[in-house]
């Protein structure tokens, strides 16, 4: 049995209001349309559903007991609607985001700023991991977008659009200075301890396919987990390694580091916005893609999906 969602919603308001009439005005309907619409909702459930009198309108036994249900029905929907309409306006929400440590220091942490002025309500959760791993999180659904640096493995339907063009840097501490009084090839850093990412990220797989287009073998003598760990690492003269250098500015001009110029050239690596264009997108995802994607320009790149 079909019974018309409209039919509900006057019962609940005749049995709010106690009267057919008040409901009408409520509900910028008349009183005799009301009165009918009650007549055929009791027809159509066999039963009685008020008690009619001069002092007004009360509810049967079986009126109260749908009374509770509508009632209940109708307030989480009420309380829907109030979370939509929040969301609209961004009072709420939840975004989660995959992030490479380049991409943090480099984009996501003044666009994050921004948004959490704009919108404060929104719930902001980061979390960071491998090139591969926050891939796989994407993928799986735990996390909304990824902001992760290139090489990067992906095919349909993640789309990835470029947002930032970047460079590294190899760098020393004060105990391997002499490397960065001239320009060297890779083949003269080979003796030196070497630090980098583990062997399942993008970054090892990048210097890996470097060392290998020249003829050279890359070896690593200290893996770490993030790359954030590779700059207190060199300064502590436990090795050499490959940093962004906008993110090393402060300690190369304080004298804690130095660059190692090199003769072959490092090619620039991307920061891209990953998404799953399968999934549909609330409006507080499309307004952080929209504030990182602007990010992305103003440091001075074009957006291009790769």
Do not use: W
């Not at 979370?83 to 306006?89: L, N, P, V, W």
């Not at 959490?116 to 999180?137: C, F, M, W």
């Amino acid at each position: 049995m079909a019974i018309s969602y409209d039919y509900y919603r006057i019962f609940y308001h005749v049995a709010e209001t106690h009267s057919f009439t008040k409901a009408a005005e409520v509900l910028g309907n008349n009183q005799p349309n009301i009165t009918r619409c009650m007549n055929v909702l009791e027809q159509q459930l066999g039963c009685k559903l008020f008690i009619r009198s001069n002092r007004g309108i009360r509810l049967t036994p079986e009126g109260e007991r749908l009374y509770y249900r509508v009632a209940v029905a109708f307030e989480q929907l009420r309380l829907g609607e109030e979370e939509i309409e929040r969301d609209c306006s961004l009072e709420t929400g939840t975004i989660s985001i995959g992030v490479s440590d380049s991409a943090m220091h480099l984009l996501l942490v003044d666009t994050l700023s921004s948004f959490h002025e704009k919108y404060p309500g929104v719930h902001l959760r980061i979390s960071n991991d491998t090139v591969p791993q926050t891939i796989a999180g994407l993928v799986r659904n735990s996390i909304d977008y990824a902001l992760v640096n290139t090489p990067i493995n992906i095919s349909s339907p993640l789309k990835a659009t470029e947002l930032l063009s970047f460079r590294e840097i190899l760098i020393c501490g004060k105990k391997y200075r002499d490397l960065a009084e001239k320009p060297r090839h890779l083949s003269e850093i080979l003796p030196y301890s070497f630090i980098c990412l583990r062997s399942d990220t993008s970054a090892r797989e990048f210097y890996q396919k470097l060392f290998f287009e020249h003829n050279l073998r890359l070896r690593v003598d200290m893996e770490v987990f993030t790359s954030d760990q590779i700059l207190p690492l060199v300064k502590a003269n436990l090795g050499i390694g490959f940093f962004p250098e906008a993110v090393a500015k402060e300690e190369l001009e304080a004298g804690e580091i130095y660059k190692v110029d090199l003769i072959e050239d490092i090619p620039e690596r991307s920061i891209c916005l990953i998404e799953d264009t399968s999934r549909p997108q609330s409006i507080a995802m499309k307004a952080m893609k929209e504030l990182i994607c602007g990010a992305g320009i103003k440091k001075g790149t074009n957006n291009n999906d790769i």
